[in-house]
């Protein structure tokens, strides 16, 4: 697929990487996410996040367990990045999140990250899936752009936690295809208490927002993949129906056409069991009550998760190959 950009677009992407250092030159004063640490990331420094100026890997290769659209029949070509600006207590993936040694692990230079984008759409990716590039998403940018300069043609998926810097966002406008943002919260206390960040619910509307005016509904060509627009995601949680409500009430606002994951595969990961309110998995009642408020908001572009897909999709990053359908 040739990805299509508007003029505005071209321009911004061009600007971003025309001095020396291109998008990454702004680790200088960091403001990558809405914590705006400040930090100087060239000089070692490092932020909320825990990593410096160059994005740390835990894990690339062909991934199967994201939505149809995105994994299709060959996988999606997932870059997991270490490190996070959220602290999420009930984290699938916290090995490499937040208990994570950078020392340990892979610090590509631009072009080599960049290669990595090149030899995943060498082994049939359907896309680029960085995953939790909110606190690396100038590295990433600059790696993008190298990549497409070298012949990196499919979409490039931006897959976050929703806790992103809009302005961000729009410095790197016209370099991401594909949207797949989380929406976790619209309660400031249950941003606080389970991902210590308590503007969240402030922050997460300007930013589907801002998704959303640069890429529009998600499209699908007619193999079932998606080639551009916006998929967010939502995890229920347990005890938190009304969130869910709220969360889906805003979506439906945004556009009664939009896609959304409604995902039931939570379960009580990393410090869950130190909150009793959640340290149990999510019921059925629960699920099903958020599934059928998004059907009564006229949100049918839906997809919907098997409450037995908890178990199978959690990784282990201790392992060549972290999940099992991989």
């Not at 699908?220 to 009430?249: F, K, T």
Request: aromatic share 8%; with cysteine.
């Amino acid at each position: 697929m040739i990805c299509h950009r508007n003029k505005d677009s071209d321009v911004a992407a061009t600007e971003g990487t025309s001095t020396t250092g291109g998008f990454s030159r702004r680790l200088a004063a960091c403001t990558c996410c809405p914590r705006h640490c400040g930090v100087n990331r060239h000089a070692g420094e490092t932020g909320f996040c825990g990593i410096g100026a160059t994005a740390r890997i835990a894990h690339t290769g062909l991934h199967f367990g994201e939505e149809p659209p995105i994994s299709g029949r060959r996988g999606s070509g997932t870059i997991f990045f270490i490190g996070c600006n959220l602290r999420c207590v009930y984290c699938q993936n916290w090995q490499i999140s937040q208990k994570f040694r950078p020392e340990a692990d892979q610090a590509p230079s631009t072009g080599e990250l960049a290669a990595e984008m090149l030899d995943l759409q060498r082994r049939g990716a359907h896309n680029i899936n960085l995953v939790s590039p909110s606190h690396v998403i100038f590295p990433a940018a600059d790696a993008v752009t190298a990549a497409r300069r070298a012949g990196l043609t499919i979409p490039i998926v931006y897959n976050s936690g929703g806790y992103d810097s809009v302005e961000a966002l729009r410095l790197i406008r016209g370099l991401v295809d594909i949207y797949l943002p989380d929406l976790k919260y619209l309660d400031h206390r249950l941003g606080q208490r389970y991902s210590a960040a308590d503007d969240y619910a402030d922050v997460v509307p300007g930013v589907l927002r801002e998704m959303y005016h640069q890429v529009g509904d998600l499209v699908i060509d007619e193999e079932g993949l998606a080639v551009r627009g916006v998929l967010v995601r939502h995890l229920v949680l347990p005890g938190c129906v009304d969130n869910s409500r709220r969360c889906l009430d805003l979506l439906a606002d945004l556009s009664p056409r939009i896609h959304v994951s409604i995902m039931s595969q939570y379960s009580p990961q990393y410090r869950a069991h130190e909150y009793p309110e959640i340290a149990r998995p999510l019921t059925r009642t629960e699920y099903d009550a958020v599934v059928r408020h998004a059907l009564e908001l006229g949100l049918e572009n839906a997809f919907i998760q098997e409450m037995s897909s908890r178990e199978n999709l959690l990784p282990d990053f201790d392992r060549d190959t972290p999940f099992d359908f991989a």
